[in-house]
């Protein structure tokens, strides 16, 4: 069984790989990171600082379109195109063929963010000429972010079809990018049920805020290591329930 299930990953990462779209988002990364890095319109400080900001901006870009991109489609072009059958057919579980496809396509996506975050390491090396530990943990914590985008994105495509699960998925990754600003400020303005349900909807969504180091990085700020715990287990914790609930609906589902 295990020995299947790590076989069901590694086909689903080399179809990763060779989607179009993950090539274009990568070069296109690297070429903005790289382009940022050069630029000497500025003196060093602002111009490590343009660097710090474009490069976190682009990982981060890159990482939750292409993991919305290749998992909003995976599932149901596998039942459409009936190669999901003879994968079934064999004893394992649909629970098991599902996280294959989840981190097969994690594993491609993160492949790229490792490239561009080696791009900006070395950017920051040759200007500082020491190497950030702030800047590889913003990246680490970017890698916990897409993993969230890419389990959310999971989920909603047990539910809906291809165009729909990536128009979903990116509506609700704004809104948690947004709902520390303004849905706690629209809470504090409303009463009774709307304040409930307005309450609810931002516990609900993921805090995507919650993962962004970009400014503490651009601006040389300390971030306490107990905060760092919790953001991790709750990006832990968040994207397990959403794999979780993935699994449950998708056992469910007639085929």
Not at 108 to 122: F, I, R, S
């Amino acid at each position: 069984m295990l020995r299947a299930f790590f076989a069901l990953i590694k086909l689903s990462f080399l179809e990763a790989v060779r989607r179009q779209i993950l090539h274009v988002m990568v070069l296109l990364s690297l070429v903005v990171i790289a382009v940022a890095g050069t630029v000497s319109f500025f003196d060093l400080g602002v111009q490590v600082k343009i660097v710090k900001d474009t490069g976190m901006v682009m990982i981060l870009l890159a990482g939750a379109l292409s993991v919305v991109f290749l998992l909003s489609g995976a599932l149901f072009h596998d039942v459409e195109q009936r190669l999901l059958y003879p994968v079934l057919a064999r004893p394992i579980p649909r629970g098991l063929y599902l996280l294959a496809r989840y981190a097969g396509a994690l594993g491609a996506v993160y492949l790229g963010m490792t490239l561009m975050a080696a791009t900006l390491l070395a950017l920051l090396w040759v200007h500082l000429h020491y190497l950030s530990t702030l800047a590889i943990v913003a990246v680490a914590f970017t890698y916990l972010e897409v993993a969230l985008v890419g389990a959310l994105t999971l989920l909603v495509s047990t539910f809906f079809t291809p165009a729909m699960t990536a128009t979903l998925t990116l509506f609700l990754y704004l809104l948690g990018s947004l709902k520390m600003g303004y849905l706690h400020h629209l809470a504090e303005r409303n009463t009774g049920f709307a304040k409930w349900a307005i309450t609810a909807v931002s516990a609900l969504l993921p805090n995507m805020e919650a993962f962004r180091f970009k400014d503490a990085l651009v601006h040389d700020l300390t971030v306490p290591i107990g905060y760092l715990l919790m953001v991790a287990v709750y990006a832990v914790c968040y994207t397990a329930m959403c794999v979780a609930i993935s699994v449950w609906r998708f056992r469910r589902r007639e085929m």
